[in-house]
């Protein structure tokens, strides 16, 4: 019977983490330096399990059930598609919910620990759930129990999900930290995203939401596109590079507008 290498499970339990240790750091960090409340992440998280997880996914089952294989079967058709209902459903949740529910005491501090919350969550039940999964399935492989777990299956629903499964000892175990890397990178932008819709909000310069609907399009098309052709690493490689770019960028917009503040 196959069992899971050590390098694999070590890869799950660091990617796992990194998913949840992250955003509780990031926290408490914001807390402890800028008085940022846990309501403002709160809204971020909520944010973005309604606008991302529900109402995106209700328009991904209509668009699909209408055009299923021909837009799933055209790589970038189907990558445009993804990467613009991505952009317009959290985006537009950012600008609704910093409209509606902050007002006035929206602040940049706010606007942080809002990402905080939106990428946070989207980590924990994205990254955190699969990695959680993925070690309870481990425990069930390398104490040999799987074959009885398995044997209620029918023979072709059984053969389904040894296939799944089996990914955990045949996929090279620098996969699984690959996992925990995406969500680091995935928070990071979120945050300055956030920030970035905040500077509209705030001061009415749309040109910022502008920019973070395109940012995030051309981010999760590419991802989506690049990722049938390119390996994970230099994948991921690439994605740090740019958002780290991104967040350079939001840096200097956030000093910058700290620096007039005292002025």
Same mark, same amino acid.
């Given at each position: 019977m196959?069992?899971?290498?050590?390098?694999?499970?070590?890869?799950?339990?660091?990617?796992?983490?990194?998913c949840?240790? @992250?955003?509780?750091?990031?926290?408490?960090?914001?807390?402890?330096?800028?008085?940022?409340?846990?309501?403002?992440?709160l809204l971020?998280?909520?944010?973005?399990?309604?606008?991302?997880?529900?109402?995106?996914?209700?328009?991904h089952?209509?668009?699909?059930g209408?055009?299923?294989e021909?837009?799933?079967?055209?790589?970038?058709?189907?990558?445009?598609?993804?990467?613009?209902?991505?952009?317009?459903?959290?985006?537009c949740?950012?600008?609704?919910?910093?409209?509606?529910?902050?007002?006035?005491?929206?602040?940049?501090?706010?606007?942080?620990?809002?990402?905080?919350?939106?990428?946070?969550?989207? =980590?924990?039940?994205?990254?955190?759930?699969?990695?959680? +999964?993925?070690?309870?399935? &481990?425990?069930i492989?390398?104490?040999?129990?799987?074959?009885?777990?398995?044997?209620?299956?029918?023979? +072709?629903?059984?053969?389904?999900?040894?296939?799944?499964?089996?990914? @955990?000892?045949?996929?090279?175990?620098?996969?699984?930290?690959?996992?925990?890397?995406e969500?680091?990178?995935?928070?990071v @932008?979120?945050?300055? @995203?956030?920030?970035?819709?905040?500077?509209?909000?705030?001061?009415?310069?749309?040109?910022?939401?502008?920019?973070?609907?395109?940012?995030?399009?051309?981010?999760?098309?590419?991802?989506? =596109?690049?990722?049938?052709?390119?390996?994970?690493?230099?994948?991921?490689?690439?994605?740090?590079? &740019?958002? +780290?770019?991104?967040?350079?960028?939001?840096?200097?917009?956030?000093?910058?507008e +700290?620096?007039?503040?005292?002025?």
């Open positions: 196959n069992t899971v290498s050590t390098a694999s499970i070590l890869g799950m339990a660091v990617s796992l983490i990194l949840i240790g @992250l955003p509780v750091a990031l926290y408490i960090v914001l807390k402890v330096k800028t008085k940022a409340k846990f309501n403002d992440m971020g998280a909520v944010s973005f399990i309604l606008f991302a997880l529900v109402l995106e996914q209700i328009l089952s209509v668009i699909l209408t055009f299923g021909k837009l799933t079967g055209n790589l970038w058709l189907y990558a445009l598609y993804g990467g613009a209902a991505a952009a317009v459903f959290e985006e949740g950012r600008l609704i919910t910093m409209k509606v529910f902050f007002k006035k005491h929206l602040e940049k501090e706010n606007a942080l620990m809002y990402g905080v919350g939106h990428g946070g969550i989207e =980590a924990v039940l994205v990254g955190g759930y699969t990695c959680i +999964a993925n070690l309870a399935t &481990v425990a492989i390398n104490g040999g129990t799987l074959e009885a777990a398995l044997a209620g299956l029918d023979e +072709a629903a059984r053969a389904s999900s040894l296939a799944t499964i089996s990914q @955990l000892w045949t996929l090279p175990s620098y996969i699984f930290f690959m996992t925990g890397i969500r680091v990178i995935a928070v @932008l979120q945050i300055a @995203l956030s920030y970035l819709v905040y500077r509209a909000v705030r001061y009415h310069r749309w040109g910022f939401f502008a920019a973070a609907m395109g940012i995030h399009f051309a981010v999760d098309a590419a991802t989506k =596109a690049a990722s049938s052709f390119l390996p994970i690493p230099a994948l991921e490689a690439i994605l740090a590079v &740019v958002v +780290a770019l991104i967040a350079f960028a939001t840096v200097r917009l956030y000093r910058n +700290a620096a007039q503040a005292k002025s």
